[in-house]
């Protein structure tokens, strides 16, 4: 990483690779939860990658978050229900090993 030669914090778009001014991009949670920040990092993506993906939801996770009602759900009862849709659909999680 090169040491930044203004003040200016810049971020990478995800899906683009441009360098964006930091408030000029928006944040953009791979978990889908842009509500919990404690100990996460965000990706980011610039204007034009992110309407992109409201308009046009590029995998099935999309669909899927909001057949849960992602958001609108307390918390733990929307994990729960993620949880046990994602193995209906894709088969048990496997541990890492
Ligand atoms: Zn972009």
Redesign the pocket.
């Known amino acids: 990483m090169w040491p930044s030669r203004n003040r200016t914090e810049t971020v990478t ?1 995800l ?2 690779g ?1 360098d964006r001014p930091r408030d000029e991009a928006r944040e953009y949670d791979k978990y889908g939860d842009r509500w919990d920040r404690e100990g996460k990092t965000f990706e980011h ?2 204007k ?2 992110h309407s992109d993906l409201c308009h046009h939801p590029r995998d099935e996770l999309e669909a899927l978050l909001v057949d849960l009602e992602a958001g609108r759900r307390n918390r733990d009862a929307f994990l729960a229900r993620y949880l046990s849709t994602v193995e209906e659909r894709y088969g048990p999680l496997e541990e890492e090993s």
Do not use: N, Q, V
Request: net charge neutral.
């Open positions: 778009c899906a683009c441009t993506l610039c034009s990658c």
